[in-house]
C-alpha cells in the first residue's frame, strides 16, 4: 500500500484501471548540483510507489541516475546506442530496477560524444523522441533527467517532452540561469515542440535553519508564483546516502522526512494533472 506523505495537502493518488501512454517530462537544468537527478530518481520512485509504471532515461553522461539505481551501464544497450542506431529495438535497453513499476534505459560517459556524433544527423532534434515513441504505450510517465547544460541532448530532451521541471537549489547563484531556461524553453516550443509546457519549479536543498535559504525560496514564490511547486526538498545527508545505497530515498530510509518530501511532489504532480 502507498505511504501518505507528511505534506497532506495533496491526496494519494488514485489507482490507476490502466497504464499509458506515458506523459514525458524532462527534468532540466543547466547548473548542476541542483538535484536533478536526486529528484529524477526519488520523484519517479514515488510516483511507482502509488502505481504509475514509470520510465527513467539516465541523458547524463556522467550516468549518475544508472548508478543511483544500481543500474549496470557499462555491459549494457544504452541510450547512446539508441540514438546512433535507429535499428536497435528501444525495448532491449529497458531494465528493471530494484522499484516495482520503475524501470530505466542507463547512459555511461559514450554519451559525452553524442552532439559530436549526431551534428549533421538529419532531424537531430527529434531523435529521442523516436526513441521514446514506442515505449510510451507501456508507461504512465517518461522522466529524463537531463545534462547540466543546453545543447543538443538537452534540446532533444526538451523536443520530446510535455513538460518541464526545473529542480532549483535555494541558493541566489541558481536562481540567475532560470531566465536562460526559460528562454531555451520558449524557443524549443515556438520552434520544435508547441505542447512543451512548463510543469513545476522545484526547491531544493532547503536550509529553514538559514536566512539565505528563506530568502530565495521567498524571491522564487515571488518571481515565479504558482510555477513554484508548493513543496520544498530540505537538505539532509540522507540523499547521499541513499545514492552510496543505490536505492531511492523511498526504499532506503523510507518513513524518513526526506522520503515523504518526494511523496508529496509526486502526489502534487498529479494533483497538479502534470502526471496521470
Known amino acids: 500500500m502507498a505511504k501518505q506523505a507528511t505534506d497532506n495537502r495533496f491526496p494519494v493518488p488514485k489507482p490507476l484501471t490502466s497504464h499509458g501512454p506515458a506523459r514525458i517530462i524532462a527534468m532540466c537544468n543547466q547548473k548542476g548540483g541542483v538535484g536533478k537527478t536526486t529528484t529524477s530518481i526519488n520523484m519517479s520512485a514515488a510516483l511507482a510507489e502509488y502505481g504509475r509504471k514509470v520510465l527513467v532515461i539516465d541523458f547524463d553522461p556522467q550516468g549518475a541516475l544508472s548508478a543511483g539505481l544500481g543500474v549496470n551501464a557499462h555491459d549494457a544497450i544504452t541510450i547512446y546506442d539508441l540514438m546512433l542506431d535507429r535499428n536497435i529495438d528501444p525495448k532491449t535497453a529497458v531494465q528493471k530496477t530494484s522499484v516495482a513499476n520503475l524501470d530505466v534505459i542507463p547512459a555511461n560517459i559514450e554519451l559525452s560524444a553524442a552532439e559530436?556524433?549526431?551534428?549533421?544527423?538529419?532531424?537531430?532534434?527529434?531523435?529521442?523522441?523516436?526513441?521514446?515513441?514506442?515505449?510510451?504505450?507501456?508507461?504512465?510517465?517518461?522522466?529524463?533527467?537531463?545534462?547540466?547544460?543546453?545543447?543538443?541532448?538537452?534540446?532533444?530532451?526538451?523536443?520530446?517532452?510535455?513538460?518541464?521541471?526545473?529542480?532549483?537549489?535555494?541558493?541566489?547563484?541558481?536562481?540567475?540561469?532560470?531566465?536562460?531556461?526559460?528562454?531555451?524553453?520558449?524557443?524549443?516550443?515556438?520552434?520544435?515542440?508547441?505542447?512543451?509546457?512548463?510543469?513545476?519549479?522545484?526547491?531544493?536543498?532547503?536550509?529553514?535553519?538559514?536566512?539565505?535559504?528563506?530568502?530565495?525560496?521567498?524571491?522564487?514564490?515571488?518571481?515565479?508564483?504558482?510555477?513554484?511547486?508548493?513543496?520544498?526538498?530540505?537538505?539532509?545527508?540522507?540523499?547521499?546516502?541513499?545514492?552510496?545505497?543505490?536505492a531511492p530515498i523511498t526504499e532506503f530510509a523510507s518513513d524518513s522526512d526526506a522520503a515523504n518530501s518526494y511523496r508529496s511532489v509526486a502526489a502534487e504532480l498529479v494533483s497538479r494533472g502534470c502526471a496521470p
Not at 537531463?146 to 534540446?155: A, D, F, M, N, W
Not at 521567498?218 to 518571481?223: G, K, S, V
Open 116 to 246: 559530436m556524433k549526431l551534428v549533421n544527423e538529419i532531424a537531430r532534434e527529434q531523435i529521442l523522441a523516436r526513441i521514446l515513441k514506442p515505449l510510451a504505450e507501456e508507461y504512465d510517465l517518461i522522466v529524463i533527467d537531463c545534462q547540466p547544460s543546453l545543447g543538443l541532448l538537452t534540446v532533444n530532451a526538451l523536443t520530446a517532452a510535455h513538460g518541464v521541471i526545473i529542480p532549483l537549489a535555494t541558493e541566489f547563484f541558481a536562481l540567475r540561469g532560470v531566465a536562460i531556461l526559460e528562454d531555451i524553453i520558449g524557443k524549443v516550443k515556438e520552434g520544435l515542440n508547441p505542447t512543451l509546457q512548463l510543469d513545476g519549479i522545484l526547491a531544493t536543498m532547503f536550509d529553514p535553519r538559514t536566512l539565505h535559504s528563506r530568502e530565495v525560496l521567498e524571491r522564487l514564490h515571488d518571481a515565479f508564483g504558482q510555477k513554484v511547486f508548493k513543496t520544498v526538498i530540505n537538505r539532509t545527508v540522507k540523499f547521499p546516502d541513499a545514492t552510496v545505497a543505490q
